[in-house]
């Protein structure tokens, strides 16, 4: 091979020459796809941040209505039951005053009864007495 180089170096430096483009091509051609490829990685990347922030903010605000609708549910459970509460004890206040009307009529009627029992005992004791005098 040395001698066919050494005969025809004009063969040799054509052939390497053609050989080093067929490589330069390659080579070039290889770069380009990692040009390419470095370009699809960095847009992955930017949307990755993007869609990252995306899905921070997105349960954010998921863990925020979250927050209001756990809150919310709790507040109605406390306002039903002190509302329960209220109720309970407007009830009975109502058992109560109910209750307090009756004995009041109750003693009204046992003090009417007791008055005309003291004034028929006045008149006797008066009648008696202004008939000893």
């Known amino acids: 091979m040395l001698q066919t180089i050494s005969d025809h170096p004009g063969f040799a430096l054509g052939a390497i020459a053609a050989l080093l483009g067929v490589i330069a091509y390659f080579i070039k051609k290889v770069l380009s796809k990692i040009d390419s490829h470095a370009e699809t990685i960095n847009a992955i990347k930017l949307d990755l941040g993007v869609q990252l922030a995306n ?20 507040q109605g459970s406390c306002a039903r039951l002190q509302q ?13 005053c109910a209750k307090l009307g009756r004995i009041d009529v109750e003693r009204r ?3 009417s009864e007791q008055r005309r029992w003291n004034d028929k005992l006045e ?8 008939s000893k005098v």
């Open 55 to 74: 899905s921070r903010l997105l349960f954010r605000e998921d863990m925020t209505s979250i927050f209001n609708d756990t809150c919310s549910e709790r």
């Open 84 to 96: 329960s509460k209220l109720d309970t004890l407007t009830a009975t206040h109502t058992a109560i």
């Open 109 to 111: 009627e046992a003090w």
């Open 123 to 130: 008149d006797m004791v008066y009648r008696n007495g202004r």
